[in-house]
Every structure is written in structure tokens, then in C-alpha cells.
């Protein structure tokens, strides 16, 4: 062949040769750049969206190449269950990603297909100390460490409350209860659901009625949640017993919340989790429980709200103080073909230097699983305006109060189908909306629940 | 060409025909076998995204919770003694039937009026009415989701403007139900519509003719000679719209995800919750499967009544 350019066929071929030739020489140093092998990871798709993942694809690209792995990573986005579907796919496949990121319950869904984390979790706790209950009831299974609780993307939902309105319309200064110092304030003490019914009837009256949802999306399960294990109200103990009809505490949290939702607008059983955002954001309510993610938006849409806001652990209960937590779990699984470099890369993303970098980069929305951090990370007492608003976001030692899933101590394969279900969200719906008997709505819970007890 | 099996043409010496062709050879060149052949692509589509997961749903229907053991039919029968899955069941013959009733209602009549309309704005109209059905579900019911937002329910402020009290259009189990069946009928519609009109203007001017000779009134048209016409098409529009209604997922998960109070489940969205977000996937895939004997049934009976009618016209 002769062609324009005055190649021959020969010439062709030599150069082709050379080509292959040429390729197969480099081919080591290509190796060598993957010494360690390959990993793919899925990562959730952060809700701060790009400043988030750039921060968690700049320490995975550093510790790729310092330890010459291949690494692939792909951000999964909750949105739609895509994260769900991806998992259930891998799952059913036994092949995709060697790491995952995996929501609050599906540590234990999986828990025969993901690898032990023992040793990451044995070394991680010598050096930070122990992590908060909620996060060990989802990771440790038995004796043994199933994932690791992951800083991207866990959350508390605390009260984000507006500091003007609370003051004008219920007479509490939510700065002075908590101050962005590791000290309680006058009137912390009191910050109970008994205060927060009055606070309630008062904003509604003045019309900021606090954005508390009430169907089955997890702004509603959590905060519920939260409020009935105030209560001592558990639905199931950690055997899986049924406790809903002969337990009085269940009935004095379904009674609190009937007469709090007098004061709540109707339309919050309908509620998504955007809906108690868009109401703070619109200047419409004095009081939401949520992460930062509402303030963060406020900020750049409507900065006289923003500057407004204060975050603070939610109201303690007649039993115990519980502030809603929900953490997202790195686990690896079993069919990973690199499961050392797996668990090394997220032992490397849970030192506090990766840690502070990523509570930075999601302007404090992030919350390592180890409390002993939060003193060394400076962001949340830096994040602005006002000066100091996410301070009292993380649970600090000095809140007295303890993280909590929704429905645990339940067993987690119960605890899971009650909260997707939002059972406790649609008990009080039926009292409220429906004026149904407080008896047979205990008798519908009890029918609902044991039918998640089938193995 | 009779056949795809031309042999030698006569007259043509042995010396020079074509060899003689085995039995591959001539069943490579039949028509049937060409058919199959290009129909192989579709065919594996079919059999890898339908008929595999249909058959697979059907295996995993049949495990226990954790995929260890067959159960046989324990997951079907454990859930018919759930209170919320009887509401579903019931709420999915509420949401399929009365949707697919108003559908066809609507679609009947929108077809009359365009087909009553002179050709030249005829066309205008038709793709005006179609926008609802081409606009992908889940970005229309967005922006229905926003018509009925909670707080912000564009249609509450009209409300509001002309002094009537706001609505919970996705807060009250009933207004709820409205709500999912009035979005699907709006995006099912325009397909009834489109059917409709293309049954309508088959049918020959001359029937009409011979109805107005004999003194037959609009009504009396319609009812013995457009309607009988039109059977077929009514038949299995119906069969078919009851079908995707029944599996409909994106419209009630994006307006109410279920709720309140499960009233709005319908088999869809009911399936996803218990299978992919409850982690229990031989309920969610019983719960998907479980109208497939009856609506199998239903289909068998509709489509015996139009080969029916097809020989009796034919005849």
C-alpha cells in the first residue's frame, strides 16, 4: 500500500510493530503505577455536592499514587435509592466496587457478604477511643466489626431553630442555652418536650409553627424516633420482644405527640425532606431538626435568614436526652480482589487529618464516629455566620445527650422494616389525623411489627 | 416469490448449476429461518431484561427473607394476612380502575372532538394533546409534586386568591388518592386519545351513510355503528393501559412515597419499600408478582374477545 503521505505497507507494519513493541515495553512502568493493585470504591454522592467530593477525590488520588494503587472511584447518589439499588445489585452479583458506602441499615442486611473489620477498628479505637453507640449498634454485629462509621455524610438532626424568633415568640434564647463553648448555658437544663410543646403552641400562634415532618422520609422517622426513645418508648427490646400495648411509656409519647401536633400544620404528614428546609429557608418557621445542609442553602439564598440560626441538640426526655444520628458505614466486601488496600485506604480516611479536611470541605455538615475528635477539628467553631452557629451541632460530652437510630435497640433486621415503614410516624398519624383510638392504634403497630419478625 | 426455497432454474446444465445444497444450506435460505434470524436481537432483549427477571422474580418470590431457604408460596400467603398489604391491594384496583375508566373516558371523548375538527387545525390540536404522554413521568410529576406541595401548593394560593380554604392535597389519605389517580389520568389520557382517533377515522364514511339513510340520530351512530366499530381498539387499550397502571411506580413514589399512612401504596412502590429499602427481597418480589395471575386472566379473557370479533368481521 502506498497512501499520500509516501508510507508503504511495509512501512506501516515496521511502525506498528515498533508501536506494539514500544507498548509492551512501558507496560511494567504501567504496573508499576498500579504496585498495589486496583480498587473501586462508591462513595456517596455528598449533599454540599462538588467542594465535598473534590476533598474525598483529593485524598483518595493522594493516597492512591503515594501507594500506587489503581484506584476508581464513583460517587452514588441517594437520591431515588440509587445508592439502595447499587448496593442490592452488588449484592445479588457478588462483583462490582471493593468498597462501598453504606447506609445506616444495611451494614446488617449484608453483614454475610462484607468483610471483618476488626483490625481497622481495633487500631482506630486505640488511638481515638471508643465510637458513639449508634454507630457500633450499626457496624458491630456480634463481636466483630462489619464497617467502619465513615466522617462523609453522617449526620446528626438536631434543632436548627431561628435565634430571633425564639426569643420574640417563646422567650428563649437559644445562644445563652448553648453557647459555642464546651459549657451548658441558663435554661439548657430545661430544654425538654415539655418547654418545646409551649415554644410550639407559641410560634404557631405567631405564625412560625415549627416544620416538624410526620410521614415515612427520614427527617420524620429520625426526629420521632428520637422523641419516643426520650420516652423510654421503645417498640421492640434488643431480644426482639414486642413492647407496644402494656407499655405505658409508648403511650405517653403517642399522647405528647398528639397534643404537640395541634400545634404542627397538617400538611407536615405529607412532608419530604426538603419541606422542613424550604419552610426555614422561606423565613416560615421558627424551628426545624436538621444538619446544616438547611442553613448552608439559607446562606446563599437568603442570608438575613442564616444569620439567624443556631443549631443545637434536640429536647431531652422524661428518660434519657437523644438527638437523632444517622451515619453512613464504609464496609468491603467479601468478593473484593484487594481487600488490604481496601482497608488500608480507610483506616487513611479516618485519621483526624483526613477527617478535619473533610468536616472543612462540608462546611461542618460531616461527623466523625469518634468524639474525641471534636475538640481538635476547629471548623465548627469557625463556620459563620453567626459566628460559632454549628458548634453545639456535634454532640459534645458537656450536651449530656447520646446519639440514636431510630427504633434501636431493636434487632436490626426489625428496627430496619420499621423504620422504612416510618411505624411510629404513622401511629401518631392515626391518632392525629384519623382520631383513632389509642388502643387500636397500639393493636395495628403490634399486628405491623410482628410481621417483621418473619426470618 | 412463494417461497424462499428457488432451487436450479430449469434448463440450466447440470455441468454449470449450483451444487447441490444440504440441508443447512436450505435451512439457512428459508424465509422463516431469516425471520428468526433478524427477530434474535429483539428476541434477546426480551429474554434478558423480561423473561429472565420475570422467572428469576419468580424464584426469589419463593425464598425466605434472608435468600437461604424455599418457601414455596409462604411469602404470598403471609401477605395476605397484612393489614397494609390488603390496603394495597386495594388501593391498587382503586388507583388502576378509576384511572383507567377516566382515561378512557377522556380519551374517547377528546378523539370525538378532534375528529370533528377540520384537518387543517387537526393536527395542531393532536400534538398539543399529546404533550402530556410524551413528557417523560417522572419530570411532570415534579411538577405536579409542586402544584401540590405542602406548603407552597401553587394551587392552593389560587385557591386562596378567590377566598376558599387551602387544601392537603398530599397531607389527607383521601385528597391524597385524588391526587395520584388526576396525575395519571392526565398523562394516560392523550394515549386513549391517540388510539381513539386512529380507530375512528377507520371506520368507513359509508356505515355512517347508510345510518344517516335509515334515520339514525349522533347518538344512535355512535352506539351501533362508532362503538361496535371501535371494540377491538377499546378492548385492548383497556388491557393494556390496566396493565402499566397496575405497575405504575414513578407518580405515586415522587407526589407521595405511599403515604399518608400508606393510603396511596399502590403494588410498585409498596414492593420497592419492602424489597429494596426494607431489604426483605422475596416479599418485595412477591408483592410485585402478585397481580400477575389475575391481570393474566383478565388478558387471556380480552384478547379471546377480539380474535373473536376479528373472525366475525372477517367473516
Not at chain 1, 459563620?384 to 453545639?392: D, F, R
Request: glycine content about 8%; charged content about 15%.
Amino acid at each position: 500500500m502506498a497512501d499520500i503521505s509516501g508510507m508503504t505497507r511495509r512501512d506501516v507494519l515496521r511502525a506498528g510493530a515498533a508501536g506494539i513493541a514500544a507498548s509492551t515495553l512501558a507496560a511494567p512502568a504501567v504496573h508499576g503505577q498500579a504496585a498495589g493493585g486496583r480498587l473501586a470504591l462508591g462513595f456517596w454522592d455528598h449533599w454540599v455536592g462538588e467542594p465535598a467530593n473534590a476533598a474525598m477525590r483529593a485524598i483518595v488520588n493522594d493516597w492512591a499514587q503515594k501507594n500506587r494503587v489503581e484506584v476508581t472511584l464513583d460517587f452514588i447518589t441517594s437520591v431515588g435509592n440509587k445508592n439502595l439499588l447499587t448496593i442490592a445489585a452488588e449484592a445479588q452479583a457478588r462483583q462490582g466496587h471493593d468498597v462501598l458506602s453504606f447506609p445506616t441499615w444495611h451494614v446488617h442486611e449484608h453483614q454475610r457478604l462484607l468483610e471483618p473489620m476488626d483490625d481497622v477498628m481495633g487500631r482506630l479505637i486505640q488511638k481515638y477511643g471508643p465510637v458513639n453507640q449508634a454507630s457500633e449498634y450499626l457496624a458491630k454485629i456480634g463481636n466483630t466489626w462489619r464497617a467502619v462509621p465513615q466522617t462523609a455524610g453522617t449526620q446528626y438532626k438536631g434543632s436548627a431553630a431561628r435565634i430571633d424568633l425564639l426569643k420574640q415568640h417563646a422567650g428563649i434564647d437559644v445562644q445563652a442555652m448553648y453557647p459555642a463553648e464546651n459549657r451548658l448555658g441558663p435554661g439548657a437544663e430545661n430544654w425538654n418536650w415539655d418547654t418545646f410543646l409551649v415554644a410550639a403552641q407559641k410560634c404557631k400562634e405567631a405564625g412560625y409553627p415549627f416544620a416538624l415532618p410526620a410521614g415515612t422520609f427520614s427527617d420524620a422517622t429520625d426526629w420521632i424516633g428520637a422523641m419516643f426513645r426520650s420516652f423510654g418508648a421503645d417498640l421492640v427490646d434488643a431480644r426482639g420482644n414486642i413492647t407496644i400495648r402494656n407499655n405505658d411509656k409508648v403511650r405517653q409519647a403517642l399522647d405528647y405527640a398528639k397534643r404537640l401536633f395541634q400545634h404542627i400544620p397538617s400538611e407536615m404528614f405529607a412532608a419530604d425532606d426538603a419541606t422542613n428546609n424550604r419552610a426555614l429557608i422561606a423565613g416560615r418557621t421558627a424551628l426545624i431538626f436538621n444538619p446544616p445542609s438547611a442553613w448552608a442553602v439559607a446562606k446563599r439564598d437568603a442570608p438575613e435568614v442564616a444569620r439567624n440560626v443556631w443549631h443545637f441538640p434536640s429536647p431531652a426526655g422524661p428518660v434519657s436526652h437523644t438527638t437523632p444520628h444517622l451515619p453512613y458505614l464504609y464496609g468491603v466486601w467479601t468478593f473484593s480482589r484487594n481487600k488490604s488496600a481496601a482497608k488500608a485506604l480507610i483506616e487513611h480516611l479516618s485519621q483526624i487529618e483526613q477527617v478535619q479536611k473533610l468536616v472543612d470541605a462540608s462546611v461542618g455538615y460531616d461527623i466523625p464516629a469518634f468524639a474525641s475528635m471534636f475538640d481538635d477539628i476547629d471548623t465548627w467553631r469557625k463556620v459563620e455566620p453567626p459566628l460559632g452557629t454549628v458548634y453545639n451541632y456535634p454532640l459534645r460530652p458537656h450536651h449530656k445527650a447520646v446519639p440514636n437510630i431510630a427504633y434501636a435497640p431493636a434487632p436490626a433486621e426489625i428496627a430496619v422494616q420499621m423504620y422504612t415503614q416510618g411505624i411510629q410516624a404513622k401511629m401518631i398519624a392515626r391518632m392525629v389525623q384519623n382520631n383513632e383510638p389509642m388502643e387500636r392504634v397500639l393493636a395495628w403497630a403490634e399486628q405491623e411489627v410482628e410481621g417483621f419478625k418473619r426470618g | 416469490m412463494a417461497d424462499g426455497n428457488v432451487l436450479t432454474a430449469p434448463g440450466i446444465p447440470a455441468a454449470v448449476a449450483p451444487p447441490r445444497t444440504g440441508r443447512l444450506h436450505r435451512l439457512a435460505r428459508r424465509r422463516s429461518t431469516l425471520a428468526f434470524l433478524m427477530t434474535l436481537p429483539l428476541l434477546a432483549v426480551i429474554g434478558g431484561l423480561v423473561a429472565y427477571p420475570f422467572f428469576y422474580a419468580i424464584y426469589l418470590s419463593m425464598l425466605n427473607k434472608r435468600m437461604t431457604r424455599f418457601v414455596g408460596l409462604d411469602n404470598f400467603a403471609f401477605l395476605l394476612t397484612r393489614e397494609t398489604f390488603q390496603y394495597v391491594v386495594w388501593q391498587s384496583v382503586i388507583f388502576a380502575v378509576s384511572a383507567v375508566i377516566a382515561k378512557a373516558l377522556i380519551g374517547f371523548i377528546l378523539a370525538h372532538v378532534l375528529h370533528t375538527l377540520p384537518a387543517k387545525g387537526q393536527r395542531k390540536w393532536r400534538g398539543m394533546l399529546l404533550v402530556p404522554w410524551v413528557i417523560p413521568p417522572a419530570i411532570s410529576t415534579l411538577a405536579w409534586w409542586w402544584l401540590f406541595d405542602p406548603t407552597y401548593s401553587a394551587i392552593n394560593w389560587m385557591l386562596m386568591g378567590i377566598g376558599a380554604p387551602p387544601v392537603a392535597w398530599l397531607g389527607e389519605p383521601g385528597w391524597a388518592r385524588f391526587a395520584v389517580i388526576l396525575v395519571n389520568v392526565w398523562y394516560g389520557a392523550p394515549f386513549f386519545m391517540i388510539m381513539y382517533l386512529a380507530a375512528l377515522k377507520s371506520v368507513p364514511d359509508q356505515l355512517y351513510e347508510a345510518a344517516a339513510i335509515d334515520g339514525a340520530t349522533g347518538w344512535q351512530k355512535l352506539r351501533y355503528v362508532t362503538v361496535p366499530m371501535m371494540r377491538n381498539i377499546i378492548a385492548i387499550t383497556v388491557l393494556f393501559s390496566l396493565i402499566v397502571t397496575f405497575a405504575n411506580f414513578d407518580i405515586v413514589r415522587i407526589l407521595t412515597n405511599g403515604g399518608p399512612q400508606d393510603r396511596t401504596h399502590i403494588f410498585g412502590t409498596y414492593a420497592f419499600q419492602v424489597g429494596i429499602q426494607s431489604g426483605d427481597i422475596p416479599l418485595g418480589s412477591a408483592v410485585s408478582l402478585f397481580m400477575f395471575p389475575i391481570l393474566a386472566v383478565f388478558a387471556v379473557f380480552v384478547l379471546r374477545g377480539v380474535t373473536r370479533r376479528s373472525k366475525e368481521m372477517a367473516g
